[in-house]
């Protein structure tokens, strides 16, 4: 077995938390988007930034890789082993070390997902904002760049992690900013890292911003004659300065799949799914002007949830819209891909996209935050088809192409991992070298989760 040594080493210092059991190395493995099974050697379970410290420091003796975990949702192989070596698993370092309720910030662990955080808060009156569907650990919310629901409202983990605690690829534990709320001393380290997909370090600890829970809150459904005038409303709400909590889009085929998979009533045309955050009077006054806009477009069949459970149920279908379309297909495996453009593009976007699944063989349904000019396609394609996953690899491409034609970024919150490397030159020119000349500095031995972000080294 490749990296004996460092296994050996590794068993000494952790015991029964260092697992080379098949099952654990195939969970380690998988990916939920399309990319193969890919095993590492072992998986590592640490409880302590000091002993991510000793993993890291062993490994680098051993020139042995070193790929961070959270729960394994990322969807372009982020957390895969490419090369081997040893998958760092930071399930058991989960708390809350501490939460400043009247700076409104909290210090927890990696670990820790976002549901996991929000419970914790409950009682404090505060939440944590950053919501990408999936329940992700904030450690890779925060090496990817999360965003979600209500980023449009509340910003994405670049604007919500304020310091890190970070390992090195040398073993080194540096903390990279404060718990104040700005700062201009030096390089923004923890910008840096927020978005560097494990390339750069490990998080250890996170210093994160939270919001205060709204005194009112209010959800609706409203469906739209056409994709081009359920966008053309998302902009004139956003040009409108109309502050939206969550501002999302589905198309007929995802309403089809919610009616199937959830049991709801929508009509098969598109729907715009909204959130208001405020006090009482200021959510309906918002609402209201919302509705003006909607009615200029066509807008009609509202429905409104403003009981909690009601808002949850509609919440949580919107979440497992990628369950509801795969289940729409049985049998079928998704390229799940995102791209992002200028709110002025979005119409152009979503409709170029819309012809070009139309003209395909395979369906791939289109959902997405538009408040922010970010959409996602669900492209299904049997596993056992070459020509299917052609089809679906080739509608990304474009769809990425179609990206950066209009201005915007190849992936708004998916990340780069190994899916997307491909476009990093098209949309970065030569500073994608210089982001490998940061990691050649930082990582010098190319262990921290090597094949992913940068050029190979």
């Known amino acids: 077995m490749a990296y004996n040594a460092a296994l050996n080493e590794l068993s000494t210092l952790l015991g029964n938390r260092l697992s080379r059991s098949k099952s654990d190395l195939d969970l380690h493995g998988r990916s939920e988007s ?49 090369t081997g070596g ?41 939440f944590f904002s950053v919501d990408p569907g999936a329940n992700a650990t904030l450690g890779g919310m925060a090496m990817t760049r999360a965003s979600g629901t209500t980023a449009v409202r509340y910003g994405t983990m670049r604007d919500n992690v304020m310091a890190l605690e970070v390992v090195l690829a040398d073993g080194r534990i540096i903390r990279t900013g404060t718990r104040a709320r700005k700062s201009s001393a030096g390089y923004d380290l923890t910008g840096l890292m927020v978005g560097s997909e494990g390339t750069l370090g490990l998080i250890t600890e996170m210093t994160v911003k939270l919001q205060g829970q709204p005194e009112a809150v209010s959800s609706a459904v409203c469906a739209f004659p056409s994709m081009e005038d359920a966008v053309n409303a998302v902009i004139a709400t956003i040009q409108m300065g109309i502050p939206m909590a969550r501002i999302e889009f589905v198309d007929p085929a995802t309403a089809a799949a919610f009616n199937s998979y959830a049991g709801s009533s929508f009509q098969e045309v598109p729907h715009l799914m909204l959130e208001f955050h405020g006090s ?25 949830a403003t009981k909690p459970e009601d808002r949850t149920a509609l919440w949580t279908m919107r979440h497992n819209a990628h369950f509801a379309c795969l289940a729409s297909r049985p049998g079928a ?125």
């Open 280 to 304: 009482e009077r200021g959510v309906a006054e918002d609402a209201e002007r919302f509705r003006e806009i909607a009615d200029d477009f066509g807008g009609s069949d509202f429905q409104w």
């Open 34 to 82: 399309y990319f193969p099974l890919t095993v590492p050697e072992a998986v590592a379970y640490p409880e302590t930034s000091n002993e991510v410290s000793e993993i890291v420091k062993i490994c680098a003796k051993h020139d042995c890789p070193v790929v961070p975990w959270g729960v394994g949702t990322s969807l372009e192989g982020h957390a895969l082993a490419l």
């Open 333 to 457: 495996r998704a390229i799940v891909t995102d791209i992002c453009v200028p709110i002025s593009r979005l119409a152009e976007a979503v409709e170029e996209t819309r012809e070009d699944i139309a003209g395909a063989s395979i369906p791939g349904p289109i959902v997405g935050h538009v408040g922010d000019g970010n959409f996602h396609c669900i492209l299904l394609f049997m596993e056992d088809d070459p020509k299917e996953r052609a089809e679906a690899e080739d509608l990304s491409h474009r769809l990425s192409q179609r990206a950066l034609r209009l201005g915007g970024t190849v992936t708004g919150e998916h990340g780069i991992g190994t899916g997307k490397m491909k476009y990093m030159e098209a949309e970065h020119g030569a500073a994608w070298d210089v982001m490998g000349d940061i990691k050649r500095v930082l990582d010098p031995q190319n262990i921290l989760n090597p094949g992913k972000m940068v050029r190979q080294m």
């Open 86 to 126: 040893v998958t760092v698993d930071f399930t058991r370092m989960n708390r809350v070390l501490q939460v400043n309720q009247e700076d409104m910030d909290a210090v927890v662990q990696p670990g820790i997902t976002r549901e996991e955080l929000n419970k914790e808060l409950r009682a404090t009156g505060l």
